[in-house]
């Protein structure tokens, strides 16, 4: 058991629900019909995304040791920022 807190492997774990969460959140967006209500739309987006959201909380709330902690918690900040889909490919992780 890591002294930090959190136990060795934890955050790389973490780090794959989160990619895992985003790609659900994804295919449930892009899945949306073009003529969907925009509060039907919208509630839509929040219900996909909250998943993700909810992990990227977690990451962010825990201590970064490593090079590849800190790439997993500036993708769950970039999840929560709304920033992550800018200038990336799907899949990637930061």
């Known amino acids: 058991m890591d002294k930090g807190g959190i136990f060795e492997g934890e955050m790389n774990f973490l780090g794959i629900l989160l990619q895992q969460a ?5 295919a449930k967006i892009d899945a949306l019909p073009e003529d969907i209500d925009v509060d ?15 992990i990227a909380q977690t990451i962010s709330s825990l201590p970064a040791k490593s090079e590849t902690e800190n790439r997993i918690k500036a993708t769950a900040a970039a999840w929560m920022d709304g920033t992550y889909w800018a200038d990336r490919s799907p899949g990637a992780m930061n």
């Open 40 to 54: 039907d739309e919208c509630a839509a987006i929040e219900a996909a995304s909250a998943p993700a959201f909810a």
């Open 22 to 26: 985003m790609m659900y959140s994804k």
